[in-house]
């Protein structure tokens, strides 16, 4: 009896652990719609102020953001998301809130498109240094020095 019980208290824990990370992902993509949709925003703005190079900062910035908070060893993928932990898909959620806000911020105030992109870039390291950056997949903030 005393092993069913075990085995019933791991399914619930991963069950529990499966619902945690659905629901961060789901949470990490929303955010990167709202992103999305401000940064469409960002490039008219930019493009605005004769930027020819705008349409280029949906990448810019989402790497902007993969790179503060992961230590990449490899390209990212598509699926990339679906590699990260509740955790880390949180930790993106919250990245991406925040450069969010600093790109709307800069674009209410009149900013020049590139102060703009090192507000938000500013901001998301500033973000890191308090949650500190991670291996994708893993949960372990990684030394400082590394």
Same mark, same amino acid.
């Given at each position: 009896?005393?092993? %069913?019980?075990?085995?019933?208290?791991?399914?619930?824990?991963?069950?529990?652990?499966?619902?945690?990370?659905? @629901?961060?992902? /789901?949470?990490?993509?929303?955010?990167?719609?709202?992103?999305?949709?401000?940064?469409?925003?960002? !490039?008219?703005?930019?493009?605005?102020?004769?930027? &020819? #190079?705008?349409?280029?900062? %949906?990448?810019? &910035? $989402?790497?902007?953001?993969? @790179?503060?908070?992961?230590?990449?060893?490899?390209?990212?993928?598509?699926?990339?998301?679906? #590699? $990260?932990?509740?955790?880390?898909?949180?930790?993106?959620?919250?990245?991406?809130?925040? !450069?969010?806000? /600093? &790109?709307?911020?800069?674009?209410?105030?009149?900013?020049?498109?590139? !102060? &703009?992109?090192?507000?938000?870039?500013?901001? !998301?390291? /500033?973000? *890191?240094?308090?949650?500190?950056? #991670?291996?994708?997949?893993?949960?372990? *903030?990684?030394?400082? /020095?590394?």
């Amino acid at each position: 009896m005393s092993n %069913h019980r075990c085995l019933f208290v791991e399914i619930e824990q991963f069950t529990q652990e499966v619902a945690a990370w659905q @629901q961060a992902h /789901a949470n990490s993509r929303s955010a990167w719609q709202s992103l999305s949709e401000t940064i469409q925003s960002l !490039v008219v703005f930019a493009k605005g102020q004769g930027c &020819i #190079t705008a349409s280029r900062y %949906h990448t810019s &910035i $989402l790497a902007m953001i993969y @790179q503060a908070l992961f230590l990449l060893e490899q390209p990212v993928s598509e699926d990339f998301r679906e #590699t $990260l932990t509740a955790t880390q898909n949180n930790d993106l959620a919250a990245a991406q809130r925040i !450069v969010q806000r /600093a &790109i709307q911020e800069g674009m209410d105030n009149g900013l020049l498109h590139k !102060v &703009i992109h090192r507000l938000a870039k500013d901001r !998301v390291h /500033a973000f *890191v240094e308090l949650i500190g950056q #991670t291996k994708p997949g893993s949960d372990q *903030v990684l030394d400082r /020095a590394a």
